[in-house]
């Protein structure tokens, strides 16, 4: 296969891990990519947050705090016993469900036509953000429990199906989060894959993943409109095509090195989501095409440097995990960057890191602990 | 979880190694194709920075580029010595932003802000709530406490900045009132000269608005930050140096004034010219009018001085003299026969109002014969005569830096008729500014030599860099040293006991001139009106001033030059000279002068004095004080000056001894 033999040719042990299997080039490009998305949090919303709450830095210092408990959680999973972690996650699986369940219930906070949002204290937590990476670990718990029997469609796949995916999706579809169901939808489908799934199920399974795509768009009409837009965004630039068109005039004002730090005027009330759907658009404004393939690159290569920990991993579950968080990453920047630049119907996905969003961050930077520990566990003798 | 799905059914469990190699495998080709695809949009990316297509420029430069015409601080307009003839000041005006104002916020805000503005509530409320506008002015040039009643009417309504601000707008001010107006001229609303110096260097003051480029965000606000001061700085309009002496220009026009009051006229003109350097140290006008507030009657706007040209009549008569003397045919020795007071050329009769019979050429001058005037004409010869008289500057502009100028008439030499000839000698058939006879009689001043009228010396941008330098220009020797002596001889006999104007004399002095009535021509026929005017000089011996007063139908007493527009002369020429510091010459001092000492010091007090007080401006009563040296003292201070009414001061507010910062409004009302 080509692209296995591309991969482990780019995939060299160029740089190992120590030898305990701490993977310094990821714990380096995680903490690089909150940095750098802390900078262009602030820069791309100091002026509305100043403008709306008075305080320039109302996102900024909710995405420390996001980052804050991120860190706290990520420690927390690198020092627990392994086993523990693995006990563990039935039970989370089950909380997150009822979080997302709460989320519809009079405790939920709606924003912008769609209640995804709980109300804890001064900030909203955003539950569909934490099932995302739940359900990954929960897939693969569920797969790795399944090893060497995925032959078995009946009792394995079809399962894994409805009792691992059926139930987030579901919750999904009544918070309307169009963009998560997919994340997940294609999450199982990688996990899947990976753990050994024959190729004509996941033939199949791709068919008809395309054909509930293909309804979704057929049953909602804004998702018609969008997909039009995205064909053609020029045809309505007030409307559906507005906030496309805004964000490539924000980086064609960029150029090749962009007007500065704070200086983009795409925030200016012309990007309806300067600081976190649209944050790459502001990005490519004040830091140019150079700021631009920055921060496409370090996606890049966080996705790589973990699905090179996927590699290493000790056990199937390990592996599983590792592999689903890169997809996890790999995916969601894909959509967010590829709506920006046009390749993909909009859709309201963060950037990892880089967008603002106190609970995306929070699971993004354990999500990156997680696959440190799988790297860390790769290297402990199998008791 | 395991345990959850059913029991396993044991045809196909692989071995953990087959697992495992197969999902490492797996594993890359998932990570391989996250990498392509986000590789492609990092390219895809890249590219829509580097190379937009023109679609997204264009909306690109629809969408984010703002235009703002900057209206430019105008530039000042300063006399001689620096003092301000006209200057702009900032005055507020309160700006309200109607999308930028909620609903339910109108009737509070409208409420509130009656109180502060003294308008009537509805009013107020259908302009704050008025539709698809982004910009109403509630109030204009508001009270500086206005301004911060506003500021505390927006925090108490919540309201953002970009809702409700007060806006500084540019007004023009010309401290002098109505000093100089016919020179300065005044500004239109649209912010552009539209008369005088106003109009003539608008260029150069208004600085040419200057147009930015600058981003503005969803609002139209500007992103980039205030362009206040520096751009403003940048867009300053000029200053423009004037060779006006406001202290002579104060005489004339006063003197002026006097004429009004004596005699009554249409208008009346005159101009003081500094003989060695052509500059116009005066120039006016009466009628005259307030630029400050030009108001809609054009006539008293009306710059007669430059804008008229009318017969000169006998004042023409000098220059006659000396065309004559110049070209060697006669010296004002010379006998000439008066025909006792009636002379026939041809058909054509010219008569004298006062027979003479056999005279000298200068006393030609001193009674003003006219056909003592003509023989001359006639003895030099068309051809040369009207050569003299071009010399001399009649019939071309001067090139004044002011609108409007006229150029006046002398028949061509070609087409003269000998008894044409022989009017213009005295001044009819001709026509001719006030303005070019004082360059005219400057030149029989400065030794033969025309200078060309300069009226700005200077004219500079804001950081004080020169754009523009005019000195002194020569435009042609007239006639040479000996034969201006000896014309101004003849002049001088004019204001000697006998001649026709002892009323330009001034004690002290010997004074060169030469009167003139003419009669008014209307529709081409000569009615009962005349022009009473008197051309001089001073002193005769080493002349400094040129000083031209013409009174355009007097209709009040007599109408004789010598009597109308020598007293305004000899006014004008004494307080002159005095404020120059001309030495006068004792033994001429045959009288004592009155008081006009004290009137001279009146023309200025004591200039405002302000003392900081460590956090601003202690402000000293202004009570009385005219307009000029409030701005002119408290001008520099940085103090926001709010000036209402004009005239003399009769209000403050802050009151005398309060401490104001540079930036905070001081209000000055005048009556």
């Known amino acids: 296969m080509s692209i296995t033999e591309l991969t482990a040719a780019l995939g060299v042990q160029t740089s190992e891990p120590d030898e305990n299997g701490w993977d310094w080039w990821l714990f380096g490009a995680t903490c690089i990519l909150c940095g750098f998305g802390l900078l262009m949090i602030y820069s791309a919303s100091y002026a509305g947050a100043d403008r709306t709450y008075g305080d320039p830095s109302h996102y900024f210092t909710r995405q420390v705090i996001g980052i804050g408990i991120g860190v706290v959680a990520a420690t927390l999973v690198l020092v627990v016993p392994w086993r523990w972690l693995r006990r563990a996650v039935l039970p989370t699986h089950i909380a997150t469900l009822i979080l997302l369940g709460a989320v519809l219930s009079p405790l939920g906070h709606s924003a912008k036509g769609a209640s995804r949002w709980l109300a804890l204290g001064p900030m909203n937590f955003q539950p569909s953000e934490l099932a995302k990476l739940v359900f990954v670990i929960s897939m693969a718990h569920f797969l790795a429990c399944n090893e060497g029997r995925l032959k078995d469609v009946v009792g394995v796949v079809l399962p894994a ?175 967010n960057l590829g709506v920006v630049a046009g390749l993909m119907p909009a859709k309201g996905l963060v950037l990892p890191f880089l967008s603002y969003g106190a609970s995306a961050v929070i699971v993004h930077v354990l999500a990156a602990g997680i696959v440190l520990r799988v790297g860390l566990e790769s290297r402990r003798e199998v008791s | 979880m395991s345990r959850l799905h059913l029991p396993p059914i044991p045809l196909a469990v692989e071995s953990p190694e087959v697992v495992r190699s197969r999902s490492k495998g797996r594993t890359r080709i998932v990570g391989g194709l996250l990498l392509a695809v986000l590789g492609l949009i990092c390219v895809r990316g890249a590219q829509l920075c580097i190379a937009p297509s023109d679609r997204t420029i264009r909306e690109a430069n629809v969408r984010r580029w703002g235009q703002v015409t900057l209206q430019a601080r105008r530039g000042q307009v300063l006399d001689r010595n620096g003092r301000q003839l006209a200057t702009s000041v900032d005055t507020p005006n309160i700006i309200v932003d109607p999308q930028m104002v909620p609903p339910d916020a109108i009737q509070p805000l409208s409420e509130a802000l009656s109180t502060v503005l003294g308008r009537p509530e509805d009013e107020l409320r259908s302009e704050i709530g008025r539709k698809g506008s982004r910009y109403v002015r509630l109030a204009q040039r508001v009270h500086p406490r206005t301004v911060v009643d506003v500021e505390r009417v927006r925090k108490s309504t919540n309201l953002p900045k970009p ?190 109002d006062h027979p003479h019979g056999m005279v000298t050429v200068s006393d030609v001058v001193k009674y003003s014969s006219n056909i003592g005037a003509a023989k001359l004409a006639l003895q030099v010869g068309a051809e040369g005569f009207i050569d003299y008289m071009h010399a001399f500057g009649f019939g071309e502009r001067t090139g004044i830096a002011l609108p409007g100028e006229r150029r006046g008439t002398v028949r061509s030499a070609d087409t003269i008729r000998p008894i044409e000839l022989a009017t213009t000698s005295y001044g009819q058939g001709v026509t001719s500014t006030v303005l070019q006879l004082a360059m005219a009689t400057a030149a029989l001043a400065n030794e033969g030599v025309r200078m060309k009228p300069r009226l700005v010396t200077r004219v500079e941008d804001a950081h004080g860099v020169p754009e523009y330098v005019q000195g002194p220009e020569e435009v042609v020797r007239v006639i040479s040293p000996e034969t201006a002596r000896e014309v101004t001889e003849m002049m001088v006999t004019v204001t000697e006991p006998g001649g026709t104007a002892t009323r330009a004399r001034v004690p002290g002095f010997r004074v060169a001139g030469k009167t003139g009535t003419a009669e008014k021509a209307e529709n081409g026929r000569y009615g009962a009106g005349r022009i009473g005017s008197f051309i001089g000089f001073l002193p005769a011996d080493d002349p400094v001033l040129a000083v031209v007063v013409s009174v355009d139908e007097p209709r009040k007493g007599s109408r004789y030059g010598g009597i109308v527009a020598a007293p305004a002369f000899a006014e004008i020429g004494e307080e002159a000279l005095r404020y120059l510091g001309v030495e006068p010459d004792p033994e001429l001092l045959d009288e004592v002068t009155e008081s006009s000492e004290e009137e001279v010091e009146r023309v200025d007090n004591e200039p405002i004095r302000l003392a900081w007080a460590r956090e601003g401006w202690e402000i000293p009563d202004l009570g009385g004080r005219p307009l000029r040296e409030v701005v002119a003292g408290l001008g520099p201070s940085g103090i926001q000056l709010d000036i209402r009414g004009s005239g003399h001061v009769v209000g403050q507010d802050p009151p005398a001894g309060a401490v104001v910062a540079p930036g905070q409004p001081l209000l000055v009302t005048l009556k």
């Not at chain 1, 989060?177 to 050994?196: E, H, Q, W, Y």
């Not at chain 1, 053609?232 to 507005?242: K, V």
């Not at chain 2, 001229?185 to 106003?198: K, M």
Request: proline share 4%.
């Open chain 2, 163 to 352: 809702a409700l601000y007060v806006e500084r707008a540019s007004r023009r001010y010309y401290p002098e009132e109505t000093l100089l107006s016919h020179v300065l001229g005044f500004i239109s609303a649209d912010g552009h000269g539209r008369a005088g110096i106003e109009f003539s260097l608008d260029e150069y003051l208004s600085g040419g608005t200057i147009l930015f480029q600058r981003r503005h965000d969803l609002r139209g606000l500007a992103v980039d930050g205030p362009l206040g001061d520096t751009a403003r700085q940048r867009a300053a309009g000029m200053t423009v140096h004037t060779t006006i002496d406001r202290r002579i220009q104060r005489i004339t026009e006063r003197a002026l004034e006097g004429v009004l009051l004596r005699s009554d006229p249409v208008s009346a003109s005159a101009v003081v010219v500094d003989v060695e350097t052509g500059d116009i140290l005066a120039l006016a006008n009466v009628p005259t009018f307030n630029p400050n507030a030009p108001g809609s009657d054009p006539a008293p706007r009306r710059n007669h001085a430059v804008q008229d040209a009318i017969e000169p009549g006998s004042v023409f008569k000098p220059f006659t003299a000396a065309a004559a003397v110049e070209e060697g045919l006669v010296t004002g020795a010379s006998p000439i026969d008066c025909e006792g007071g009636t002379w026939y050329l041809g058909r054509s009769r010219i008569r004298d």
């Open chain 1, 161 to 335: 199906l409805v009792l691992q995916l059926a139930p987030f999706v579901g919750l999904m579809y009544f918070q309307k989060d169009f963009g998560t169901t997919v994340i997940l939808a294609g999450l199982s489908g990688v996990l899947l894959f990976v753990a050994g799934l024959q190729k004509r199920w996941l033939v199949g399974g791709a068919a008809v993943a395309l054909v509930g795509l293909a309804a979704m768009v057929v049953g909602e009409e804004y998702r018609q409109r969008r997909l039009i837009s995205f064909l053609d965004p020029f045809a309505d630039i007030e409307g559906t095509g507005y906030q496309i068109i805004q964000g490539w005039i924000a980086l064609a004002t960029g150029g090749p090195t962009g007007t500065g730090i704070t200086s983009g005027v795409a925030q200016r009330g012309f990007l309806p989501e300067p600081h976190t759907d649209f944050i790459s658009a502001v990005i490519g404004e004040e830091l140019g095409a150079v700021g631009w393939c920055c921060a496409a690159g370090l996606q890049m290569f966080l996705v790589w440097r973990i699905v090179l920990v996927s590699g290493r991993a000790r056990d199937l579950f390990g592996g599983l995990v590792a592999v689903g968080i890169a997809t996890l990453f790999g995916a969601q920047a894909i959509i």
